[in-house]
């Protein structure tokens, strides 16, 4: 069977789940699945102890934007079927890198590294996509989620 399945015209006449677009699919919505269960046994916070939403709440929201995701991708690699490729790409090796230097820097300089790694070669744009991601995350993190940064040179300015 093996065979059968290695060969471009074969790969056409499998069923559905013997296709690996499925089988990705199928473990990422598995997983997500079996996480969105688990947080409906997490405790409520009381009113008075809740700064912006409920504990439980993110983690339901983040897994069902992922299903919702792996669907659509599910259903354009059914449109658009995936390329077998030798090797990876090496935007893919430097967006890798730019998670690295992420944790060592800071989120202005991931976003600018990104952007120009994707194409994005006009100076202003890279500027101002640097300064724009991080104000968005820090209003997100802030107003929807409630959370308080630690004190720092940028955090002193927005809380005094």
Do not use: C, H
């Amino acid at each position: 069977m093996n065979n059968v399945r290695n060969k471009k015209r074969a790969n056409k006449s499998l069923p559905f789940f013997f296709k690996d677009e499925f089988k990705v699919s199928f473990v990422i919505i598995f997983i997500s699945i079996i996480l969105l269960i688990s947080t409906f046994s997490f405790d409520i916070v009381p009113p008075i102890l809740n700064r912006g939403i409920q504990p439980a709440t993110f983690p339901k929201a983040l897994l069902i934007l992922i299903i919702s995701l792996t669907l659509i991708i599910y259903y354009l690699s059914i449109k658009n079927p995936w390329k077998i490729g030798k090797k990876l790409p090496k935007t893919f090796f430097l967006t890798l890198l730019s998670f690295l230097i992420f944790v060592i820097l800071a989120i202005s300089v991931l976003s600018i590294f990104v952007s120009y790694n994707w194409g994005e070669r006009r100076i202003f744009y890279l500027l101002l996509v640097s300064i724009i991601f991080p104000i968005l995350v820090f209003i997100f993190f802030e107003t929807i989620l409630g959370l308080r940064f630690p004190p720092g040179i940028i955090t002193n300015l927005y809380y005094y």
